[in-house]
């Protein structure tokens, strides 16, 4: 399987706080690697890091063999898009207009001559094909009304459109920070759409969710998470099955030991 994503050594350091802690990964072709841990375990942080929302103390990222650096906006023209935790849509633009400037990312120089550029409605007149794209991309969402303010949206609707102007730059690494909070059932199916249409186009996903048990049914690779270092990479079973997933979700180590307290101690 051909890489895309190579991370070696990826370190963050906030003053005395060590975020990430000298964590590789690597991501094939059509891949999907979910991210899982506690809350501060650092998948916020390397999805920062990746997708250059903050600099790494230490480590270096490669895309498609070249080397991955400088802004976010520059990481979006070479083929990476994420979402956030806290959507962050452009709230006086209409659903449309979100999901065309995920269109324009791979082309234009930086977030906010595209917001200018859609806010002055200079994106349409180029834009048949993209006009089009984005009523292809609404529709696989379930996202009727692309009219509407993006700041009208419920929580649930703007993560879905903000999955949808990750999808609209044909992302290389599509990076999705907990993209299920607050969706209803209709909005779990639509991201998953997306996340497989992403895959069969040979691209791959980082998928941060806290439920893992949906992860582990979705991707085809677990990174486990805990206090910034990672501490099991692999077949998303056999993290679940794993003694790391007892320790760091229930503090329980599965030894010979353990095995044998007595009941009722
Ligand atoms: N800007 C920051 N300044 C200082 N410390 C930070 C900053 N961002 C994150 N941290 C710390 O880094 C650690 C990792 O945080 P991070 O948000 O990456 O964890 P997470 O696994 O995404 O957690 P959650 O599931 O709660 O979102 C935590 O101890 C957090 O408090």
Same mark, same amino acid.
């Given at each position: 399987?051909?890489?895309?994503?190579?991370?070696?050594?990826?370190?963050? $350091?906030?003053?005395?706080?060590?975020?990430?802690?000298?964590?590789?990964?690597?991501?094939?072709?059509?891949?999907?690697?979910?991210?899982?841990?506690?809350?501060?375990?650092?998948?916020?942080?390397?999805?920062?890091?990746?997708?250059?929302?903050?600099?790494?103390?230490?480590?270096?990222?490669?895309?498609?063999?070249?080397?991955?650096?400088?802004?976010?906006?520059?990481?979006?023209?070479?083929?990476?898009?994420?979402?956030?935790?806290?959507?962050?849509?452009?709230?006086?633009?209409?659903? $449309?207009?979100?999901?065309?400037?995920?269109?324009?990312?791979?082309?234009?120089?930086?977030?906010?001559?595209?917001?200018?550029?859609?806010?002055?409605?200079?994106?349409?007149?180029?834009?048949?094909?993209?006009?089009?794209?984005?009523?292809?991309?609404?529709?696989?969402?379930?996202?009727?009304?692309?009219?509407?303010?993006?700041?009208?949206?419920?929580?649930?609707?703007?993560?879905?459109?903000?999955?949808?102007?990750?999808?609209?730059?044909?992302?290389?690494?599509?990076?999705?920070?907990?993209?299920?909070?607050?969706?209803?059932?209709?909005?779990?199916?639509?991201?998953?759409?997306?996340?497989?249409?992403?895959?069969? $186009?040979?691209?791959?996903?980082?998928?941060?969710?806290?439920?893992?048990?949906?992860?582990?049914?979705?991707?085809?690779?677990?990174?486990?998470?805990? $206090?910034?270092?990672?501490?099991?990479?692999?077949?998303?079973?056999?993290?679940?099955?794993?003694?790391?997933?007892?320790?760091?979700?229930?503090?329980?180590?599965?030894?010979?030991?353990?095995?044998?307290?007595?009941?009722?101690?």
């Amino acid at each position: 399987m051909a890489e895309l994503l190579v991370g070696t050594g990826l370190t963050k $350091r906030y003053g005395g706080v060590v975020a990430l802690d000298d964590v590789s990964l690597h991501l094939g072709a059509g891949e999907i690697l979910g991210l899982v841990g506690p809350n501060g375990a650092g998948k916020t942080t390397l999805v920062d890091l990746i997708s250059g929302a903050q600099t790494a103390s230490a480590g270096t990222l490669t895309l498609r063999g070249n080397r991955l650096s400088g802004p976010a906006s520059k990481r979006a023209r070479a083929g990476l898009a994420r979402t956030f935790q806290y959507p962050q849509l452009a709230l006086e633009l209409s659903v $449309r207009d979100n999901l065309l400037l995920g269109r324009a990312a791979r082309r234009m120089p930086n977030p906010w001559r595209m917001t200018l550029a859609a806010a002055l409605g200079i994106l349409r007149p180029s834009m048949a094909e993209d006009t089009s794209a984005v009523e292809t991309i609404a529709s696989e969402l379930g996202l009727s009304d692309l009219e509407r303010e993006a700041g009208d949206l419920t929580l649930g609707e703007q993560r879905l459109v903000e999955v949808g102007r990750a999808l609209g730059s044909d992302p290389v690494v599509m990076l999705l920070d907990e993209p299920f909070a607050g969706s209803d059932a209709s909005g779990v199916a639509g991201i998953i759409d997306v996340i497989r249409t992403v895959q069969r $186009r040979g691209h791959a996903v980082i998928l941060v969710d806290h439920n893992v048990d949906l992860v582990a049914g979705l991707v085809d690779r677990i990174m486990l998470l805990d $206090r910034g270092r990672a501490v099991f990479d692999g077949d998303p079973r056999e993290c679940l099955a794993s003694p790391q997933m007892q320790q760091v979700y229930f503090g329980v180590a599965d030894s010979d030991e353990d095995e044998e307290v007595p009941h009722g101690a």
